[in-house]
């Protein structure tokens, strides 16, 4: 039997030049009106600056830079990360309030042991403390999601009362941990997951291993497309034209390497570089030296979060039966699946999803406060849907909750650059939420 060609379908051909493109190519358009909002956010903001600047330039404003760039994705890693977890949460028909909190008092047990016990005890700098912290962290975290997940599936709390209680405690344990106090400074290796830079190491990988990683995910992207074409083939699917594989390659390459141009294009401070030549011997040339940041750590573990949710969601037993639960629960349960045992591993892995942000927090900040992670469960629940997760449950991608994050992130940034009051960047967040819900309730209507 051989495989269909979607090229074929007689009643493409009456269809208009956008809605054949968006066919053949499989792309979601939710997904593209969020792409094209993100433009729009960076465009608006980048003009707003330019004006405010006194610049005469269209786009000579102080956002779309390099430096501001780079800056923004590190900002969005700590929020991507718990996104992905998020996802997961709400397509099993749940809700999590307390992931802030949980954040929160993560990061100052985190902050804690490194100052006040492992410091004193192995000598600061020692290399196991990042180490010991990031495993305690992670076991500290994935304990405190279990719990939840415990009292939700076992004890039949709704998730609603169960994680507005935890967004309250943990806030609350995150306090009386330090007693108001800021913990600081986190151990010098330990640092670099935030991305900073400790002394004149950088939490970032450079130049040349930046080229190098584009390089390996364009060869990725290109070798997924066509295995996926090849899997379709073999199991007698419909196959994309080969103009849109093409299309979907290519646009896919320039993505990757034109944001990999970016990073690279941020350098170090004059500072870090004349430290630096001094400790390494260096000698700096009188034009200067430019030493590229390249792809940060935080950004690092965030793509490797998103790729390893993403396998987790679409390739696994596990994900295939959090997407059956979140379809209908009843059905999953008569069909055998143990829902309870997976709400449990489901809550516990967004606690450990929370916990790696609060290393990322907390190392970027150099300090831990217990004001730390305060509403970012509003921004994760916000992201999430704008990446087009269904409150109804059974509906999610990673990749789409990660986009939301960088459009949430964008609009914080973005204010913050223009000295928005605190006020109405709380404000702009809440009407954004609101907004996302009603396009997802609009888009299930016009699906069904």
């Known amino acids: ?122 000598g600061v700098g020692h290399p196991a403390i990042w180490i010991i912290t990031l495993a305690l962290g992670l076991a500290l975290g994935a304990a405190i999601g279990a719990f939840h997940g415990t009292l939700i599936a076992y004890f039949g709390i709704p998730s609603f009362i169960v994680t507005l209680g935890g967004l309250i405690v943990w806030r609350g344990a995150a306090w009386s941990v330090i007693r108001g106090e800021t913990v600081a400074p986190m151990d010098r290796n330990f640092k670099l997951i935030g991305g900073g830079i400790s002394g004149t190491t950088p939490g970032s990988i450079g130049a040349t291993a930046s080229w190098i990683l584009g390089l390996v995910i364009c060869a990725a992207i290109v070798w997924l497309i066509f295995h996926g074409r090849k899997q379709r083939k073999r199991f ?73 949710m993403t396998f987790l969601a679409n390739r696994t037993r596990l994900g295939r039966y959090i997407y059956a639960i979140g379809g209908n629960p009843e059905a999953a349960e008569l069909a055998g699946i143990n829902t309870k045992k997976i709400t449990v591993i489901v809550f516990a892995l967004m606690g450990m999803l929370a916990a790696i942000s609060a290393s990322i927090s907390s190392a970027r900040l150099d300090s831990a406060t217990n004001a730390l992670g305060q509403f970012d469960e509003l921004y994760v629940i916000a992201a999430a849907v704008i990446g087009g997760t269904s409150l109804a449950g059974g509906l999610g991608t990673i990749y789409g909750a990660m986009l939301g994050a960088l459009v949430m992130q964008s609009l914080q940034s973005g204010m913050t650059l223009l000295n928005f009051e605190s006020a109405t960047k709380d404000i702009v967040v809440g009407c954004v939420l609101v907004f996302a819900v009603w396009i997802d309730q609009v888009y299930r209507r016009r699906v069904k």
């Open 1 to 122: 039997m051989a495989a269909v060609d979607n090229t074929q379908n007689p009643a493409m051909a009456q269809e208009g030049a956008l809605t054949r493109f968006m066919r053949a190519t499989e792309i979601d358009p939710r997904m593209l009106g969020m792409v094209g909002a993100l433009l729009i956010i960076w465009i608006g903001f980048d003009i707003f600056s330019s004006f405010l600047r006194g610049g005469e330039a269209l786009f000579g404003g102080s956002f779309l830079t390099p430096r501001n760039l780079w800056i923004l994705l590190v900002q969005t890693s700590s929020i991507a990360v718990m996104t992905t977890g998020m996802v997961l949460i709400i397509v099993m028909r749940h809700i999590d309030l307390s992931v802030g909190s949980i954040l929160g008092f993560t990061a100052v047990c985190i902050g804690t042991m490194q100052v006040y016990w492992l410091a004193p005890a192995l």
């Open 236 to 308: 007698n699917f419909g196959l994309r034209p080969m103009w849109a594989e093409y299309f979907l390659a290519i646009a896919g390459c320039l993505v990757v390497l034109g944001i990999t141009w970016i990073v690279n294009s941020y350098y170090w401070p004059k500072g870090v570089v004349d430290r630096w030549a001094q400790a390494t011997g260096v000698t700096i040339p009188p034009e200067g030296l430019n030493i590229a940041f390249g792809y940060s750590i935080p950004v690092l573990i965030a793509l490797f979060v998103g790729i390893a």
